[in-house]
């Protein structure tokens, strides 16, 4: 249901979450939410992939394995989970231990294709981390903290998902080309600001367009030279021409014949296919809980983020718990079809608030066209050919969207009370410096290392459970920022109407308000029997 009353900060929604737009604007608009997210769900897998040492022939069809993943969990989370308009995608929260197990692996690998036992060892650790964040979801662990959180906790927290890409090299990189970048910004912002109600195309297709007209631009002044081979905003066409046109991307892929854990079967037409089988290693598993923690943190402030965006209540302890179990669920899938995980995704969230596009119907048209692209080489490498530069435009307007959403939430709080103005203040702060300092340390192995060294505790402290959790954690902005503001909000002393609880709670939605698949299917049962 839309929130129509004018004070609300989405009265601008355009399609509520349960309306269904004609299906030629419905794939366009599932396009443009795909868009949003598409540098973030390269980058994970490029970078994975530069880790591994992956051959380049290969590269294209892990890219893929990523969209094919991203399109069957968001049709997941849309239908059997939290039933948000949020896309799945490819965490960065569990990048930090996912890279630890690949250098481990790699460097003490016998069987001669040390990336693809690298990558079995990779799965096997989100496995059983991912088993662990259903049991949290769907025995109602995280839904049951929904009461000790207030407003002075989720603003800095949904603050800090926008302000998580403040620094990434596409928006602060030395050599960025940023005339390109201020293209893509300023004419995200002419469509959806200045002309939003000079044409509906302008309102619904800002980022679309944006992206569309400075693309055309980058790959015109790369044909033309202008744009030099490696420079920032280049466009190599060539690359797609190349690329193969379909991609075979199936469950256990990685195995490699002869390899530990490797089944090899004869298949009609297909041949000989080998089957990784995943390899589980404790300590590998231990570091990869630390990425599942701080994902389930982020995801939580990314519901109540889109809630608030879409016009509808903050989600309810049971809509929360059937989100978390479901991203455990897709992250088990993900690593079986030989991903790195999935997670709900900031970035078309950011999407919303510009363009006013909160419909579920939309997000699941993009993602079955995103489902079947992942299979075409072509469209993989096109989509690798967006320069970052463009993608550094898209983060500033959504991700800066993000971190209004988030303090718009201060308007519940009391802002004469000096006890929410420091924990919204050290909160923040903190939780853009621990992961800088994080950042400067290097690697969980040189925080382990050094945790070793402090006295008395540092046997404690230097142990890989201890040291890996707290190096992920603190790598999260949102889980550093989120877990400081929890903290101090209920431990110093504050009326419920100082922290914001008593207006709040107003706007949560009520657990009957939540029908997951299985009420929906009872009622239809019940129904048909009437």
């Known amino acids: 249901m839309v929130v129509t009353d004018d004070s609300s ?53 892990f890219v ?18 939290n039933r948000y308009p949020i896309v ?29 036992s690298a990558l079995l060892q990779l799965q096997g650790a989100i496995i059983v981390a991912a088993v662990v964040e ?10 049951r903290l929904r009461k000790f959180i207030s407003p002075v906790v989720i603003a800095p927290t949904i603050a800090l998902i926008g302000l ?29 600001q200045y002309l939003d109600t000079a044409h509906p195309a302008f309102k619904l297709f800002p980022v679309l367009l944006g992206v569309i007209v400075s693309y055309v631009v980058a790959a015109g002044l790369s044909v033309a030279g202008v744009i030099a081979p490696g420079a920032a905003g280049y466009v190599n066409l060539q690359t797609v021409i190349e690329a193969p046109a379909l991609m075979p991307i199936y469950p256990l892929q990685w195995g490699f014949a002869g390899g530990a854990g490797t089944t ?14 995943p390899q589980f290693t404790t300590s590998f598993i231990i570091g990869m809980l630390a990425g599942v ?25 049971r809509r929360i718990n059937h989100g978390i179990g479901m991203e455990g669920a897709m992250n088990v899938f993900s690593a079986v079809m030989g991903g790195s995980g999935s997670t709900s995704y900031s970035e078309n969230i950011g999407a919303i608030g510009l363009t006013g596009v909160a419909s579920r119907y939309v997000v699941q048209v993009g993602a079955v066209v995103m489902l079947v692209m992942g299979f ?94 707290v190096f992920v954690i603190g790598s999260t902005g949102m889980a550093v920022g989120g877990l400081i503001a929890f903290f101090f909000d209920n431990t110093i002393a504050g009326t419920r109407a100082e922290r914001g609880l008593e207006e709040w709670e107003d706007t949560v939605e009520d657990d009957d308000d939540f029908e997951s698949a299985l009420d929906r299917f009872r009622g239809d049962e019940s129904a048909t029997a009437d």
């Open 9 to 61: 900060p989405s009265s601008f929604v355009q399609y509520g979450i349960d309306d269904k737009p004609p299906l030629p604007t419905a794939l366009l608009l599932g396009a443009q939410h795909y868009l949003t997210m598409v540098g973030a769900n390269i980058a994970v897998p490029l970078i994975l992939a530069g880790a591994l040492g992956m051959p380049a022939d290969v590269i294209p069809r």
């Open 64 to 81: 893929g394995t990523f969209f094919v993943v991203s399109g069957i969990a968001t049709l997941m989370q849309t239908t059997f989970g």
């Open 88 to 116: 799945q995608g490819a965490p960065f929260s569990m990048l930090a231990p996912a890279l630890a197990v690949i250098g481990v692996a790699t460097a003490t690998d016998q069987s001669g294709v040390a990336w693809q």
């Open 134 to 143: 259903v049991f949290v979801g769907y025995f109602g662990l995280l839904g």
């Open 164 to 192: 998580s890409l403040f620094n990434a090299s596409q928006v602060a990189s030395a050599t960025n080309n940023w005339w390109l970048l201020g293209l893509t910004l300023a004419l995200i912002v002419l469509f959806s």
């Open 264 to 277: 090899t079967v004869s298949l009609p037409v297909v041949g000989s296919v080998a089957f990784g089988i």
């Open 293 to 317: 923690a701080a994902s389930m943190v982020e995801s939580f402030g990314d519901y109540h983020a889109v809630a608030r965006l879409s016009g509808v209540g903050a989600p309810s302890e």
């Open 376 to 469: 075409v080489g072509y469209f993989g490498q096109l989509i690798a050919t967006i320069p970052d530069p463009i993608v550094g435009g898209l983060y500033v307007a959504m991700f800066g969207q993000i971190v209004a959403v988030g303090l718009s939430n201060l308007k519940y709080v009391d802002l004469d009370s000096s006890r929410n103005v420091f924990i919204v203040g050290v909160a923040m702060f903190a939780g853009l410096a621990v992961p800088a300092y994080m950042g400067n340390v290097g690697s969980a192995a040189a925080f382990r290392e050094g945790m070793r060294q402090v006295a008395l505790v540092g046997p404690v402290l230097g142990t890989q459970l201890v040291a890996d959790t």
